[in-house]
């Protein structure tokens, strides 16, 4: 029988988490301090780790906790004293994107579990098979993935779990060098400046022209499936994931709310639909719009919000007029506006922000005002509205009021039974189960007394020990039994709460583990390559110059492959992405695009049978290549044969199926930087502006991209690296 879809939800703070657990989430996802990709997020002390985890079991709430960025060498040891940490106190699992550290923990940690991070780039059933193999109980699968190739994912035995709700980025996650590229924020390292929801302008064969789609050119809507959860029950999916670590908690409360709501019904076998006002309630909480994605094959006019990249919140009125002298705006309401919402003009350059300090609605104070109403209120932001300009709300103040209250509230308590005995010249004694099999008993000082008049009837002892308080339960009898005795209330109290405690003890430890195991590994040497230069290009020379490999054509990999599932003879090429691991490697080398930043990502991927060196990630600098060489030479014995990305214009984004309807040669940003377009396989690639530049001091080789230099330029650049690494220069 298929396990029951899980619901995940965000939780970026201690009151989000409190709130995903009490709309009735089944699991969290949360990050420390430390090595989290979400690195503006509140995140968790290990204090508040701590108490997480344990308000979390006693609820029946798994945690997850994300150490989900590319680590470097001097990282990795802190990484896993963070892992360490998280071991003994018990999380469910992690989340890990650097191959390193999985193959870390897997040796330290056996019975640990990981879950493959999205960053990971796990996106096809190959990808699945082979990182099952290594051990991994989950696959955060890559948003771009169709319905089909889940169900494919699905039948490798691997769990499945989806994003089902939230942001989406534009880009294939783990492979986006954007931020990094441009603000030396990098979105591998949990830092990313969101590049793709600024302004870009297109450039078509004769220069530059405006979108008629809007400037707004690689801003996604949010992702919505709550409509399609039925088929992915059916699909066999193990988890559906709300974005939401920076979002507030009324947010991850509604939405988590929202999808327990239609999971209950599916399992119970009721038809369950989204209702217009819940889904305007979602809107006003955050919305750019919705889409099911690539999930669902939206088209990319539902895919893409071009024309703004922010929160839209719902409309409630038209602006009539402005009056500069006063700085107020007059508008007419289509919906009910309360005061302290969160509002906003749609307007050109720029949207004009305000909210609803004060309304003036017939020429006096008010504190809402109804649809068609003409109300005044104060804008001073610029430029001015105009008339005939949509009003949007943002918050809403009543709204959030309301969903304060019922976050209060519990949605989903477990249950435990109770039985008791109360005897005379005995101790009033309780024992409770919960479905588990945990049992825990107490019993009071107090010695129950014969009743002088009436005695203590099971019904009274019952409600008051039904009381279950702060604790998350629904409590029922059996097998009790009160005879002709007195018991004060303050007793009933006093040994329920000490039963319960002892109970909640036991729940909070989910886990037996065996604890620590010492690393052991070891790394064949590779034989000694032929050539000190790999260059990846589109225009092979006529004649390969010795000590060259030029990677042209079907030599690389593709990054993206999503239906790739059967296992295949790969000779002779570069591969890049988790599923081509698993295939019959025969002389390759591990590319760039698996993002190998420390010595244990390095032993991981040389260990693999038929990968005979390594092209570092582009991310790693010199200080950190250097340490990890010399770490890896320590520990198996000899040095490595890498090579280091030295110059090229590097793909800062892949992007599934384009993000404009018109194909055009590059895009503009607003600082006059232009990133050259590709088009290959249905991926749209954007390049770097300027080629990467680099020296390489420490590796056996150099690692080079061509793409529009000119004969002289690619002449120049080879020399220079091939001097460098023969240290000639």
């Given at each position: 029988?298929?396990?029951?879809?899980?619901?995940?939800?965000?939780?970026?703070?201690?009151?989000?988490?409190?709130?995903?657990?009490?709309?009735?989430?089944?699991?969290?996802?949360?990050?420390?301090?430390?090595?989290?990709?979400?690195?503006?997020?509140?995140?968790?002390?290990?204090?508040?780790?701590?108490?997480?985890?344990?308000?979390?079991?006693?609820?029946?709430?798994?945690?997850?906790?994300?150490?989900?960025?590319?680590?470097?060498?001097?990282?990795?040891?802190?990484?896993?004293?963070?892992?360490?940490?998280?071991?003994?106190?018990?999380?469910?699992?992690?989340?890990?994107?650097?191959?390193?550290?999985?193959?870390?923990?897997?040796?330290?940690?056996?019975?640990?579990?990981?879950?493959?991070?999205?960053?990971?780039?796990?996106?096809?059933?190959?990808?699945?098979?082979?990182?099952?193999?290594?051990?991994?109980?989950?696959?955060?699968?890559?948003?771009?993935?169709?319905?089909?190739?889940?169900?494919?994912?699905?039948?490798?035995?691997?769990?499945?779990?989806?994003?089902?709700?939230?942001?989406?980025?534009?880009?294939?996650?783990?492979?986006?060098?954007?931020?990094?590229?441009?603000?030396?924020?990098?979105?591998?390292?949990?830092?990313?400046?969101?590049?793709?929801?600024?302004?870009?302008?297109?450039?078509?064969?004769?220069?530059?022209?405006?979108?008629?789609?809007?400037?707004?050119?690689?801003?996604?809507?949010?992702?919505?499936?709550?409509?399609?959860?039925?088929?992915?029950?059916?699909?066999?999916?193990?988890?559906?994931?709300?974005?939401?670590?920076?979002?507030?908690?009324?947010?991850?409360?509604?939405?988590?709310?929202?999808?327990?709501?239609?999971?209950?019904?599916?399992?119970?076998?009721?038809?369950?639909?989204?209702?217009?006002?819940?889904?305007?309630?979602?809107?006003?909480?955050?919305?750019?719009?919705?889409?099911?994605?690539?999930?669902?094959?939206?088209?990319?006019?539902?895919?893409?919000?071009?024309?703004?990249?922010?929160?839209?919140?719902?409309?409630?009125?038209?602006?009539?007029?402005?009056?500069?002298?006063?700085?107020?705006?007059?508008?007419?309401?289509?919906?009910?506006?309360?005061?302290?919402?969160?509002?906003?003009?749609?307007?050109?350059?720029?949207?004009?922000?305000?909210?609803?300090?004060?309304?003036?609605?017939?020429?006096?104070?008010?504190?809402?005002?109804?649809?068609?109403?003409?109300?005044?209120?104060?804008?001073?932001?610029?430029?001015?509205?105009?008339?005939?300009?949509?009003?949007?709300?943002?918050?809403?103040?009543?709204?959030?009021?309301?969903?304060?209250?019922?976050?209060?509230?519990?949605?989903?308590?477990?249950?435990?039974?109770?039985?008791?005995?109360?005897?005379?010249?005995?101790?009033?004694?309780?024992?409770?189960?919960?479905?588990?099999?945990?049992?825990?008993?107490?019993?009071?000082?107090?010695?129950?007394?014969?009743?002088?008049?009436?005695?203590?009837?099971?019904?009274?002892?019952?409600?008051?020990?039904?009381?279950?308080?702060?604790?998350?339960?629904?409590?029922?009898?059996?097998?009790?039994?009160?005879?002709?005795?007195?018991?004060?209330?303050?007793?009933?109290?006093?040994?329920?709460?000490r039963v319960l405690e002892k109970l909640n003890e036991q729940r909070r430890i989910k886990h037996m583990r065996s604890g620590r195991q010492a690393y052991m590994h070891h790394v064949d040497k590779q034989?000694?390559?032929?050539?000190?230069?790999?260059?990846?290009?589109?225009?092979?020379?006529?004649?390969?110059?010795?000590?060259?490999?030029?990677?042209?054509?079907?030599?690389?990999?593709?990054?993206?492959?999503?239906?790739?599932?059967?296992?295949?003879?790969?000779?002779?090429?570069?591969?890049?992405?988790?599923?081509?691991?698993?295939?019959?490697?025969?002389?390759?080398?591990?590319?760039?695009?698996?993002?190998?930043?420390?010595?244990?990502?390095?032993?991981?991927?040389?260990?693999?049978?038929?990968?005979?060196?390594?092209?570092?990630?582009?991310?790693?600098?010199?200080?950190?290549?250097?340490?990890?060489?010399?770490?890896?030479?320590?520990?198996?014995?000899?040095?490595?044969?890498?090579?280091?990305?030295?110059?090229?214009r590097r793909t800062l984004m892949y992007i599934k199926d384009g993000f404009m309807k018109e194909k055009c040669a590059e895009m503009e940003d607003l600082q006059g930087r232009i990133y050259p377009l590709?088009?290959?396989?249905?991926?749209?690639?954007?390049?770097?502006?300027?080629?990467?530049?680099?020296?390489?001091?420490?590796?056996?080789?150099?690692?080079?991209?061509?793409?529009?230099?000119?004969?002289?330029?690619?002449?120049?650049?080879?020399?220079?690296?091939?001097?460098?690494?023969?240290?000639?220069?």
């Amino acid at each position: 029988m298929q396990k029951k879809i899980e619901l995940l939800a965000p939780a970026g703070n201690m009151e989000s988490l409190r709130a995903a657990v009490a709309a009735g989430c089944d699991a969290v996802y949360l990050g420390g301090t430390l090595f989290s990709a979400r690195a503006f997020a509140g995140n968790f002390t290990h204090e508040e780790m701590t108490e997480a985890v344990r308000f979390c079991h006693e609820r029946d709430v798994s945690v997850y906790v994300t150490i989900n960025t590319l680590l470097f060498e001097t990282e990795i040891d802190n990484a896993m004293k963070e892992v360490d940490f998280l071991y003994k106190n018990d999380v469910d699992a992690l989340l890990v994107q650097d191959l390193g550290l999985f193959h870390r923990i897997r040796k330290e940690y056996p019975d640990f579990d990981l879950h493959c991070s999205t960053q990971m780039h796990v996106h096809n059933p190959a990808g699945c098979e082979f990182m099952k193999l290594q051990g991994a109980k989950r696959a955060v699968i890559a948003r771009e993935t169709s319905i089909e190739t889940v169900r494919e994912c699905v039948k490798t035995g691997m769990d499945i779990e989806v994003f089902a709700y939230g942001a989406l980025c534009i880009s294939y996650s783990g492979q986006c060098l954007m931020s990094e590229s441009v603000k030396n924020r990098s979105g591998n390292r949990g830092m990313c400046a969101q590049l793709c929801r600024l302004r870009y302008y297109p450039h078509g064969k004769d220069g530059k022209y405006t979108a008629d789609s809007g400037e707004y050119l690689l801003s996604p809507r949010d992702l919505n499936i709550i409509g399609r959860i039925p088929e992915l029950i059916e699909a066999g999916v193990a988890s559906l994931k709300i974005e939401g670590r920076m979002k507030r908690p009324e947010y991850v409360y509604l939405v988590v709310k929202t999808f327990r709501e239609a999971i209950d019904a599916y399992y119970e076998g009721r038809k369950w639909h989204l209702s217009p006002e819940r889904e305007r309630e979602l809107k006003l909480m955050f919305n750019r719009g919705f889409t099911e994605g690539h999930l669902f094959r939206d088209p990319l006019e539902k895919r893409m919000s071009h024309y703004r990249p922010n929160h839209q919140g719902v409309r409630i009125g038209t602006v009539e007029r402005y009056d500069k002298k006063t700085g107020r705006v007059l508008v007419e309401l289509s919906a009910p506006l309360y005061q302290h919402d969160g509002l906003r003009i749609l307007n050109e350059p720029e949207d004009c922000g305000l909210s609803a300090e004060r309304i003036w609605l017939n020429g006096l104070l008010a504190n809402s005002a109804g649809k068609g109403d003409h109300v005044w209120l104060e804008c001073r932001s610029r430029p001015y509205p105009k008339k005939g300009q949509p009003l949007q709300k943002t918050t809403d103040a009543k709204l959030l009021e309301e969903i304060g209250r019922n976050m209060r509230t519990p949605c989903r308590l477990s249950r435990v039974t109770l039985s008791y005995r109360a005897s005379e010249g005995k101790p009033f004694r309780i024992e409770a189960s919960d479905e588990y099999g945990h049992r825990a008993s107490a019993e009071s000082e107090f010695l129950c007394q014969k009743a002088q008049k009436a005695p203590v009837s099971p019904e009274k002892i019952e409600t008051n020990l039904a009381k279950s308080g702060d604790y998350p339960y629904e409590i029922s009898f059996v097998d009790s039994c009160a005879d002709n005795v007195f018991l004060p209330v303050s007793v009933l109290n006093e040994t329920r709460r000490r039963v319960l405690e002892k109970l909640n003890e036991q729940r909070r430890i989910k886990h037996m583990r065996s604890g620590r195991q010492a690393y052991m590994h070891h790394v064949d040497k590779q034989e000694k390559p032929e050539y000190r230069l790999i260059i990846r290009t589109d225009r092979p020379s006529e004649s390969s110059a010795d000590g060259i490999l030029e990677a042209a054509g079907d030599m690389q990999m593709h990054v993206i492959s999503e239906k790739e599932c059967a296992k295949i003879v790969v000779k002779d090429k570069i591969i890049s992405n988790p599923g081509d691991l698993g295939m019959e490697l025969v002389h390759t080398i591990a590319g760039m695009n698996l993002n190998c930043a420390n010595s244990y990502a390095l032993a991981f991927l040389l260990s693999i049978p038929g990968i005979d060196s390594v092209i570092l990630s582009s991310e790693a600098d010199n200080v950190q290549i250097r340490f990890m060489l010399e770490r890896f030479e320590e520990r198996y014995g000899f040095k490595p044969y890498v090579f280091k990305p030295v110059y090229g214009r590097r793909t800062l984004m892949y992007i599934k199926d384009g993000f404009m309807k018109e194909k055009c040669a590059e895009m503009e940003d607003l600082q006059g930087r232009i990133y050259p377009l590709r088009y290959t396989d249905g991926i749209t690639e954007v390049l770097e502006p300027e080629p990467y530049v680099s020296d390489n001091p420490y590796c056996w080789g150099s690692y080079l991209i061509l793409t529009d230099e000119d004969s002289r330029k690619i002449q120049a650049v080879k020399e220079e690296a091939y001097e460098e690494v023969h240290e000639r220069v």
